[in-house]
């Protein structure tokens, strides 16, 4: 069975810099894409940023182009958000997802319908 479990999340201030992790287990971590959500309430899950499962590919939301960087350790079935540069506007709930069957070595989905799995979340909260 399929687990994500994220961690990293907290409370920082504007300017400062988090790093989010996700840690899977119950499959072939390293041949699965991975992607990072956000939610706040009331608005729809929006997308932050995904991997492939090679590495090849990645891909940003504009809003966090240039201060977050993911990244992913299959020797540690983890993928990692570093969050540099925090706004208020990063204020979220962080979800992790993955794509199981992602048929490319380079495919990195931002559509959150194209995930399978899904953790339950980490907060993080950016006080200015």
């Known amino acids: 069975q399929v687990q994500l479990v994220e961690s990293g999340g907290g409370l920082v201030q504007a300017g400062d810099s988090l790093r989010l992790a996700c840690a899977a287990s119950?499959?072939?971590?390293?041949?699965?894409?991975m992607g990072w959500f956000r939610q706040t309430p009331g608005k729809v899950r929006e997308f932050v940023s995904a991997i492939s499962w090679s590495g090849h590919r990645i891909y940003y939301a504009d809003s966090v182009k240039g201060r977050f960087s993911i990244s992913r350790d299959s020797t540690k079935n983890t993928v990692y958000l570093q969050m540099n540069g925090a706004k208020p506007e990063d204020a979220a709930v962080y979800y992790c997802?993955?794509?199981?069957?992602?048929?490319?070595?380079?495919?990195?989905?931002?559509?959150?319908?194209?995930?399978?799995?899904w953790g339950q979340g980490t907060q993080v909260t950016v006080s200015s």
């Open positions: 997802a993955a794509d199981v069957s992602p048929g490319s070595s380079w495919y990195a989905p931002r559509s959150a319908d194209e995930y399978t799995y």
């Open positions: 119950g499959g072939t971590f390293s041949s699965w894409a």
